[in-house]
């Protein structure tokens, strides 16, 4: 297996395009070049001891996204029964190995997590999670979320992504997000979730008050989620319609401050503590499989 800051990855290659993964690393997508260029950072120096914490590549989120909380305490969650629970912020799946296996001649890769009794503790449901990656060519990535219901009960989820595209901060006001957005919400610092409100459909990235900001789709419409970077040449194109796919409630934007040379899109099934207030909530039956998929599209500007 190749060797990344140390650590043994699985690599994706199709021309000029090579996507690294971490499977042991709670299938972690490290990074992804496109003809060279970053598209997904990483950062050249990580402290892989505490990588759920690493600002960069795809962390995955599942079985819940974000905040959930119990009497102010996050982390926990009250099921229907009024039994309360221990599940981390964002979940636990971005802080366990996934078995892992190549698919398509070393364009694609397939990882896998199943149900423990550490996983039952806290979230006491049966399943079989799958994380797909496949590079259909130089500029593509394609992304499923397979999700099966293994155990005897109904299991309530709601999953994400948390992609770290670079974009240096310097680019920021010249740089738009384009979204098909009918609303937004976001999250208070007590965890309570904000009314509506109605959305723009293009935001600068030096635009503060879209740091955390919950863009909910609606109604399904054919139009992606679009990252302009004109600096860069290029536009990023995010396709949440794909066929068969389970719908996409809402695409987070977010950065860690002003300096950050990224900032995270990242499609999301529901929004954070969905477990209490139902709003992106999904349920799967006993035997019941699901999928979630989009793809991610480099563009040069020059093709547009």
């Known amino acids: 297996m190749p060797v990344f800051q140390d650590h043994e990855i699985v690599e994706l290659r199709n021309g000029d395009s090579l996507v690294r993964i971490a499977p042991q690393f709670g299938a972690r997508l490290l990074s992804w070049h496109s003809n ?112 099966a219901n293994t155990g005897d009960s109904r299991m309530p989820y709601y999953a994400g992504h948390h992609f770290y595209f670079t974009l240096p901060h310097v680019q920021r006001s010249v740089s738009t997000l384009e979204v098909p957005a009918t609303h937004y919400r976001h999250q208070s610092a007590d965890g309570k979730m904000s009314d509506a409100a109605i959305g723009d459909v293009e935001y600068r990235f030096d635009d503060p008050d879209i740091v955390d900001r919950f863009h909910c789709l609606g109604a399904v419409t054919e139009r992606p989620v679009r990252i302009v970077m004109p600096e860069l040449q290029r536009t990023i194109e995010i396709d949440l319609q794909r066929p068969g796919s389970a719908p996409w409630y809402a695409v987070t934007s977010w950065t860690e401050n002003e300096q950050s040379d990224f900032y995270c899109v990242e499609p999301w099934l529901g929004l954070p503590d969905a477990i209490h207030h139902r709003l992106g909530l999904r349920w799967l039956e006993p035997g019941e499989v699901e999928i979630a998929s989009l793809r991610v599209r480099v563009i040069p500007h020059a093709a547009r």
């Open 36 to 147: 060279g260029e970053s598209i997904i950072h990483w950062p050249e120096e990580a402290d892989w001891s505490k990588i759920a914490g690493l600002r960069g590549g795809n962390p995955i989120l599942f079985p819940f996204i974000a905040r959930h909380r119990v009497d102010g305490v996050i982390g926990r969650w009250r099921d229907d029964a009024g039994v309360v629970r221990d599940v981390p912020m964002h979940g636990f799946a971005r802080d366990l190995p996934f078995s892992a296996e190549q698919l398509d001649g070393g364009t694609g890769l397939r990882m896998t997590l199943v149900d423990t009794p550490a996983t039952r503790a806290g979230y006491p449901f049966g399943f079989r999670f799958e994380v797909v990656y496949r590079l259909i060519d130089a500029s593509t990535l394609e992304v499923e979320f397979v999700t």
